[in-house]
């Protein structure tokens, strides 16, 4: 079945950065744009980017333009997202989603998410 | 940036209930609206896209309309399972945007 698994938990200081990694299977990894959001307490849900995994093209989020970078890796399926600066403001679940075969950007699958604690 | 507010915040229902949730766009969004339902420490769930397509797998007491600026995700009759956070997303273009969400509780 398709689906999208993250890395683990990751605690980081202030300033540090974190990558996170989400690796695809069930379906052609070349086929499907990936997005990434994350859920920030008390904040809802919020768009980091999309990457495509064929060329590599990405779309940011102004907020995160200066802060974010996605790549993929086609040998194994996986994209990545690092996010650089750390605050405690971007503690949060970092989630990766594909795009829905009809190619429009709603999302699903999802990832399971990956818990990003930043504190000092 | 589109911005995208639900009603209400949060929603006390009884199972068996008809329960309404709004979402409204602050500039015309056609139809390129998604509703997903989320679970505490679970991923969102995709309920329907293209503002009325009920995704495959959910179950048909799901229903959502609208069109423009305002849109409407209805479950006709609450099951235990159906207590969780609804959020609408638009994606008619970048920045993509969820609305603040909304969580519906046991009455």
């Known amino acids: 079945q398709v689906q999208l698994v993250q890395s683990g938990a990751e605690v980081k200081k202030p300033g540090a950065s974190v990558k996170v990694s989400c690796k695809a299977s069930?379906?052609?990894?070349?086929?499907?744009?990936i997005h990434w959001v994350r859920h920030v307490p008390g904040q809802g849900l919020e768009w980091l980017g999309i990457i495509h995994p064929t060329g590599g093209s990405t779309t940011y989020a102004q907020k995160f333009q200066d802060r974010v970078t996605m790549t993929r890796d086609t040998s194994t399926s996986t994209v990545y997202m690092q996010l650089r600066s750390l605050t405690s403001e971007d503690t949060g679940v970092y989630y990766c989603?594909?795009?829905?075969?009809?190619?429009?950007?709603?999302?699903?699958?999802w990832g399971q998410g990956t818990l990003v604690t930043v504190s000092s | 940036d589109i911005q995208m507010t639900q009603s209400p915040s949060t929603l006390s229902a009884s199972v068996g209930d008809r329960v309404t949730i709004t979402c409204r766009a602050s500039q015309s969004i056609y139809t390129w609206l998604a509703w997903y339902q989320q679970k505490p420490g679970k991923a969102p769930k995709l309920l329907i896209y293209?503002?009325?397509s009920l995704e495959g797998g959910v179950p048909s007491r799901f229903s959502a309309s609208g069109s423009g600026t305002e849109f409407t995700l209805t479950i006709s009759s609450l099951q235990p399972d159906d207590f969780a956070t609804y959020y609408c997303?638009?994606?008619?273009?970048?920045?993509?945007?969820f609305g603040g969400g909304t969580k519906v509780e046991i009455k």
């Open positions: 989603a594909r795009i829905r075969p009809d190619y429009s950007n709603s999302f699903d699958p």
């Open positions: 069930g379906y052609s990894f070349s086929s499907f744009y």
């Open positions: 293209k503002a009325s």
């Open positions: 997303q638009q994606y008619d273009g970048y920045p993509l945007t």
